[in-house]
């Protein structure tokens, strides 16, 4: 009875309960999107660092992985620690490297990686063989290289060094073999980059980068206390940065404050855009309706019942409203995550708007409560509406 | 370079020597570790790298750059020759700046450059400042984006005000009609009536941007610690949000008028009573 009645009363106004009805949608859009804004990117970024399992990073102190060109001394010798420390089951040194692919007479700019075979947490093979330990004739492509270079497995490509221009060559050369083609985790959209033997890239690089890395990836036994193998790397390592998954996105959290913030700024603008909207249309129709309801308390009809029925009213622009304002959401968040993956540099993999069920839920439920409270003014005005004074006054 | 010595400054005493080696620090710097001009700081290249004694001879304000704000790094400057001798790297560089004489086309100059380069490339400013600004127009796209939703949502929210606005006058139309007040004279009344409650609105919201305007500034200025602008009122965007609420209010006004002077006023008396 209360739904029906609610129900009759929108439809005598189809132009105002539609209007007020796509404005409840696009409010619950712009929510949602604010709401898988506001932590989207941590979650995809966590599970970007966690899908080779490394749950801890060693950088130089005072940096994040690959965000400077600092790079770790001793790489060898850190390994070696890192390695023998209790509950820590892999360690994997990555050393960035800017190189040189030639190509049609010209020198195509190459990102390359060395990296440890048995340990490597960057990359995933997609076709062909992976390096081997101490590989020093094979290189893997990532996609954009490949295509840019033409290349495919079984192909030989000459690497450059450092270029030296005082005597207008090449430091070092090398010819390696292409051995498998592979999706590079971290990589931005079409980063030319390439994989090879962690010494390979030291020796190529130039002196400077003679045993060092760029970073260590560690991971712990399954069922060690991470956080406590973390501790025991700080304790022997006190010049290097030690960093779980977790001060990771901690710290690229700091980074995108801005992100968060807008977020939340906009999610409350759209919270009170619906709170208006609900509340001034069942206010209006409470004043339509004023004489209708104290015909109805006079005859026996209970407050509760009022009230129930005010809100169920704006229950009912709230939640076909909110259900059409999540499929828009979703879709304007691909649009506004197209936008927005197209900064220079970041990881491909990374995303601003995750739909994950406990997003979507924050927001409906979010959606219904404010439904539920814009209801509240009018249905206590309709329920403590002097009953006789109203009926004398709405008397023809 | 600078990067390198960021987060590997120790602040110590240290007697004065002749050979220190002088650093200027930005003053956000100075501010957090409390360093002074005179002071004595400790450099290192990373954190497993001798350390070298350098006193602070200058405090700098560093050119408000929007692109590394987020990263809160400290900058430093040293002489050329002392940080390539801190880093082990002597005479080399990331990248010089070239001045050319004046009538000497950047494009050409760049392109014989670029011919005969061997191990650097060359790249105009031009090149440069698009390359940088890349991150601001990806925000800038977005931003535009987040104004189409609140300006459609605005528009519904509008209109859907004005037809409930409007509707509430059953009564009065009804009356006015009733006592030979013509379609348009009511029309026009209903207008007019739809569009003070533009401007009005419009004004206010004008006053809570430039109120949200101030507050965004100070904050971030605070957080940040530093004089760039977050959030710039324009003339020109108050002249454009102004002229699309008046646009916007006056069509759901006249919309939503339409609508009640085409209604034959005994019905409108009725839906009123």
């Not at chain 1, 941590?42 to 992985?65: D, N």
Request: hydrophobic share 50%; with cysteine.
């Amino acid at each position: 009875m209360k739904g029906s009645w609610a129900l009759r009363d929108l439809l005598r106004h189809p132009v105002r309960s539609g209007l007020a009805l796509l404005g409840v949608a696009i409010s619950a859009a712009l929510l949602l999107d604010m709401v898988l804004l506001s932590g989207g990117i941590e979650r995809s970024f966590e599970k970007l660092l966690l899908s080779r399992g490394y749950q801890v990073r060693v950088s130089p102190k005072g940096t994040l992985p690959f965000d400077t060109e600092a790079t770790l001394g001793n790489a060898a010798q850190i390994v070696a620690g890192i390695r023998s420390t209790p509950g820590v089951v892999q360690a994997g040194p990555v050393l960035g490297a800017s190189l040189f692919a030639r190509h049609d007479g010209a020198l195509l700019p190459l990102v390359a990686y060395g990296i440890d075979p048995t340990a490597q947490g960057i990359y995933v093979l997609e076709d062909g063989r992976d390096l081997s330990l101490g590989d020093s004739t094979h290189v893997l492509l990532g996609k954009p290289v490949a295509r840019r270079l033409g290349a495919k497995l079984g192909d030989t490509l000459v690497l450059v060094g450092r270029l030296d221009p005082e005597v207008a060559a090449p430091a070092r050369s090398v010819k390696v073999v292409v051995s498998g083609l592979v999706h590079f985790l971290y990589d931005a959209k079409d980063q030319p980059s390439i994989a090879l033997t962690l010494p390979m890239v030291q020796g190529l690089g130039g002196p400077h980068l003679v045993d060092r890395a760029s970073v260590i990836l560690v991971r712990a036994a399954d069922g060690a206390d991470t956080g406590a193998v973390v501790t025991q790397l700080r304790q022997t390592f006190p010049k290097l940065g030690v960093n779980t998954v977790g001060d990771l996105v901690a710290k690229f959290r700091e980074r995108l404050a801005y992100f968060r913030q807008l977020s939340l700024i906009l999610g409350s603008i759209a919270l009170i855009v619906t709170v208006l909207l609900v509340g001034t249309l069942l206010a209006i129709t409470v004043n339509e309706r004023l004489g209708e309801i104290a015909t109805m308390r006079a005859i026996g009809i209970s407050r509760t019942t009022v009230i129930a029925q005010v809100v169920t009213q704006g229950l009912l622009l709230v939640v076909p409203g909110g259900v059409l304002g999540i499929f828009l959401g979703l879709g304007t968040a691909r649009w506004l995550d197209a936008i927005l993956t197209s900064f220079p540099g970041l990881p491909a993999a990374i995303s601003f708007f995750v739909a994950e069920p406990r997003q979507l839920t924050i927001a409906a439920l979010t959606l219904l409560v404010t439904g539920l409270l814009a209801g509240v003014p009018p249905a206590w005005r309709a329920a403590n509406a002097p009953i006789a004074a109203t009926l004398r006054s709405d008397a023809p | 370079m600078n990067r390198f010595l960021l987060a590997l400054l120790i602040c110590a005493p240290l007697p004065l020597r002749a050979q220190l080696l002088e650093i200027a620090v930005e003053r956000r710097f100075a501010d957090d570790a409390k360093v002074h001009i005179g002071d004595t700081v400790w450099i290192a290249a990373s954190a497993d790298a001798p350390e070298h004694a350098a006193r602070v001879v200058a405090v700098t304000e560093p050119a408000a750059d929007p692109a590394t704000i987020m990263r809160r790094d400290y900058r430093v400057r040293l002489h050329l020759p002392d940080l390539a001798a801190i880093l082990g790297q002597p005479d080399r560089v990331d990248r010089f700046g070239v001045g050319l004489e004046p009538g000497v086309d950047p494009d050409s100059a760049a392109e014989r450059l670029n011919r005969v380069a061997f191990g650097y490339q060359v790249f105009r400013s031009s090149e440069i400042a698009s390359q940088s600004s890349t991150t601001f127009l990806v925000v800038s796209r977005f931003h535009r984006a987040i104004a189409i939703i609140s300006i459609l949502a605005s528009a519904v929210f509008l209109l859907c005000l004005m037809v409930l606005k409007v509707e509430e006058r059953r009564l009065d139309v009804a009356v006015l009609r009733f006592t030979g007040i013509s379609r348009r004279t009511v029309f026009r009344s209903l207008l007019l009536e739809a569009m003070v409650v533009a401007v009005a609105g419009a004004l206010l919201g004008t006053g809570i941007a430039a109120v949200a305007s101030a507050i965004v500034n100070w904050y971030y200025q605070r957080t940040f610690s530093t004089a760039l602008i977050f959030s710039l009122l324009q003339w020109r965007t108050i002249l454009f949000a102004v002229v699309l609420s008046i646009v916007l209010g006056l069509g759901a006004g006249s919309l939503a008028a339409w609508r009640l002077v085409r209604t034959p006023p005994l019905t409108l008396w009725r839906r009123a009573g």
